[in-house]
């Protein structure tokens, strides 16, 4: 015959195991999965319109407002027709923060430049003030800044590069022609836009 401590012992144990297995069928599906509207906003993908926006502001460097965080002042010193760019008095200033203070920046036809420095250093922000045309370079001069993939589309790859390439030509045409009307058939920047339309226009 069980003893009355020991059936007490063989109760609570029995009680226990029916416990942790209830435990596990919680675990293993039993619980409702999480949907976006139990996620907080801010932790939501952002699958949405207006959410790409605001991911993209945040990578551009922009408040809500879409102004800039950034800061810079500089001074043009090369010819505005030339090939090479000199802005002196550069600086750049990100949220209060000075990243560079009454320097010389110089881009040379024909050279390439690799930026150097610590993570936060400002490499990418003087960047994407170089890109935003935040600095006085002349609108002669290409900017391609590769930031990021190509944004979400409903063309195909060869489709996507297909169409930019053609966006630009059509961009560099109608810049030959203000250039054509506004400084005439000498201009030596002519030269080079229709020397990289023919190259766009043979690929």
């Given at each position: ?8 012992r063989l109760a ?126 002349p609108e002669h ?63």
């Amino acid at each position: 015959m069980v003893s009355a401590s020991k059936a007490a012992r063989l109760a609570k144990r029995a009680d226990g195991d029916s416990k942790k297995k209830l435990g596990k069928g919680k675990k293993s599906g039993t619980e409702s999965p999480q949907v976006d509207s139990d996620v907080p906003a801010d932790d939501q993908p952002a699958t949405t319109t207006e959410k790409m926006k605001e991911v993209e502001k945040l990578t551009a460097q922009m408040d809500k407002h879409g102004l800039s965080d950034r800061v810079t002042t500089g001074v043009l010193s090369s010819m505005e027709s030339s090939r090479d760019v000199k802005v002196t008095s550069a600086s750049l200033v990100f949220h209060g923060k000075v990243l560079i203070t009454d320097s010389t920046l110089e881009l040379n036809f024909g050279r390439r430049y690799g930026l150097l420095g610590e993570n936060g250093c400002g490499k990418s922000t003087l960047l994407k003030a170089i890109a935003h045309r935040e600095y006085p370079i002349p609108e002669h001069i290409d900017i391609y800044l590769l930031n990021e993939g190509a944004p979400p589309t409903e063309l195909g790859a060869l489709e996507w590069v297909v169409t930019e390439a053609q966006n630009q030509l059509d961009r560099m045409e109608k810049q030959a022609e203000d250039i054509l009307e506004e400084q005439g058939p000498d201009s030596p920047i002519l030269e080079d836009l229709y020397d990289v339309s023919y190259l766009f226009s043979h690929r």
